[in-house]
């Protein structure tokens, strides 16, 4: 046996086949290559360095909304403001009291009896 070739477990009739459903990859050993720690070390390092940007932008992006639903609170109320007292008066000209008019019965041919 080399070094760079690959160690099985011994096959036992008692404990089940665990890597029959994993692909070929899980059974190799790698042996090139820098570890696994290195991979994971590089990508928290580019993690940390983009963190700072992103937190930025989105605190950005959070002061932009409030800032921008509060103009449209502030407009809104301004504009009702404004127009309050013009629909008051188009309400109140528009709702004037209608003139009552009570039908009278007619009375022909009626003769007035003395008493």
């Known amino acids: 046996m ?3 070739a690959l160690i099985e477990a011994p096959a036992s009739d008692n404990a089940p ?4 459903g994993f ?10 290559g820098p570890a696994v720690s290195v991979y994971v070390a590089f990508a928290v390092v580019l ?4 963190v700072p ?9 959070g002061v932009a909304l409030v800032v921008a639903t509060a103009l449209v609170v502030l407009v809104a109320l301004a504009v009702a403001i404004l127009r309050a007292p013009f629909l008051l008066v188009r309400f109140l000209r528009g709702h004037r009291p209608a003139h009552v008019s009570l ?3 007619q009375m022909r041919n009626v003769t007035v009896r003395r008493v």
Request: charged share 5%; net charge negative.
């Open 53 to 61: 940007p992103l937190a930025l932008v989105a605190t950005l992006m």
């Open 47 to 50: 993690l940390l360095l983009l």
């Open 103 to 105: 039908p009278v019965p």
């Open 2 to 4: 080399t070094a760079t």
């Open 17 to 20: 086949d665990t890597s029959a």
């Open 23 to 32: 692909p070929p990859l899980f059974s190799v050993v790698p042996v090139a």
